[in-house]
């Protein structure tokens, strides 16, 4: 009985530092759309699940990945599951309409949100939902602004538009209206298609006729290809333009000659060995493109390494929210929320991120370069 006695503290000890122990665990949803429509986009991002951190501040991480097959009710089912099995924070979806749709969720559930999306909309207007969201891609207005400068540089006075007719092709249709008005461009033509189109004949010959100096696509993954191809194939001569949801090996591939000449926006990972080595997102670059590559035998496309840049910023804010309470509960969650929100200066593959609680994106300058397709490559417009 004495012997009981004394071991009885010990043993609650370790019961004690065992269920701490249990709970010292960061449970870190992913949703990403490696099947469907938008699977260009979604399977490197899943891929890249494999390369994200595990551990951070002596918590250890686990990531719960689910594919959506690009359908955004299959999206919502995911985020449900993956609030029921407890997670911290959620990683995903692929697609702008996807996200767009399980905001009120993250919001609902006070989960933090690291969307890997195109539009600026799971963001902007900030408010009380989306103040839950943080956005690991640039938003349109910056990657917008270098193109509508080169196109004004370039003597664009007719511009022709064609976007997906989703959050991503409505909310570049809105900042470029905006942008190219202010340089004395005219918005001509503006036409939209679904992102599993098989043609886009029609909209392409309104475009043709309203003789524009130069189209720009706005839309994502595989689905930015067909109306630049379809274009050619009509006879189209002027310069075409692509936002970063272009920047992808396969619009190389699936163009071919078609796209040459295409300028774009995007991140320096595209041309990364044209960028100075001074530039603090380089080094993190190529070791993400050199540890995909050694994985899976192929470079991967950006959309992935917006996945990538999130798992970073989990593990910078990880540490912080630990001080708050632990992993699993509310605390931890508002406190790791507030965290990403106070990110400063943090180089990642796609640029250096600073967020604060009016912009959820965090990209400057250094988050885009402009690039060109030349002899079937991504080269820096110089």
């Not at 991002?45 to 299959?74: C, H, M």
């Not at 599993?196 to 689905?223: C, E, H, M, N, Y």
């Not at 609680?357 to 080269?379: A, Y």
């Amino acid at each position: 009985m004495v012997i009981k006695r004394l071991l009885a503290p010990v043993v609650a000890c370790l019961v004690c530092a065992a269920g701490v122990q249990a709970h010292a665990q960061v449970k870190v949803g992913v949703i990403t759309s490696s099947t469907g429509p938008i699977a260009l986009v979604g399977i490197p991002q899943k891929n890249t699940v494999d390369l994200l951190p595990r551990e951070a501040g002596g918590l250890s991480i686990q990531y719960i990945s689910l594919d959506d097959a690009s359908d955004p009710t299959a999206t919502a089912s995911n985020f449900k599951k993956l609030l029921s099995e407890g997670v911290d924070a959620v990683i995903g979806p692929s697609g702008s309409p996807n996200a767009m749709g399980v905001i009120p969720f993250a919001a609902d559930a006070k989960v933090p949100l690291l969307a890997p999306v195109g539009t600026a909309a799971v963001v902007l207007p900030m408010n009380e939902q989306k103040k839950w969201v943080f956005k690991t891609t640039q938003n349109d207005d910056l990657i917008a602004e270098a193109l509508v400068e080169h196109m004004a540089k370039a003597g664009v006075k007719r511009l022709g538009f064609v976007g997906t007719a989703d959050p991503y092709g409505d909310n570049w249709q809105k900042v470029v209206a905006g942008l190219v008005k202010d340089k004395g461009i005219e918005l001509v033509a503006s036409e939209r298609f679904q992102r599993q189109d098989t043609s886009v004949t029609a909209q392409s010959i309104k475009l043709i006729a309203a003789r524009p100096d130069a189209v720009l696509v706005a839309a994502p993954g595989s689905s930015s290809v067909m109306p630049q191809t379809t274009l050619f194939d009509q006879g189209f001569k002027g310069q075409m333009y692509q936002t970063h949801g272009a920047a992808l090996p396969d619009f190389l591939k699936l163009g071919g000659r078609k796209v040459e000449g295409t300028i774009l926006a995007a991140s320096l990972m595209l041309v990364l060995d044209e960028v100075p080595d001074s530039h603090p997102s380089k080094q993190i670059a190529a070791d993400y493109i050199k540890a995909y590559q050694d994985k899976y035998g192929n470079v991967p496309a950006t959309f992935g390494a917006n996945v990538y840049d999130a798992g970073l910023l989990l593990e910078r804010a990880i540490p912080v929210a630990a001080k708050a309470g632990q992993p699993g509960t509310p605390e931890f969650r508002s406190a790791l929320r507030d965290a990403l929100e106070q990110t400063s200066e943090l180089p990642a593959t796609q640029g250096v991120y600073t967020m604060t609680p009016e912009d959820h994106s965090g990209f400057d300058e250094r988050g885009r370069e402009l690039i060109t397709v030349k002899d079937g490559q991504w080269r820096l417009l110089k």
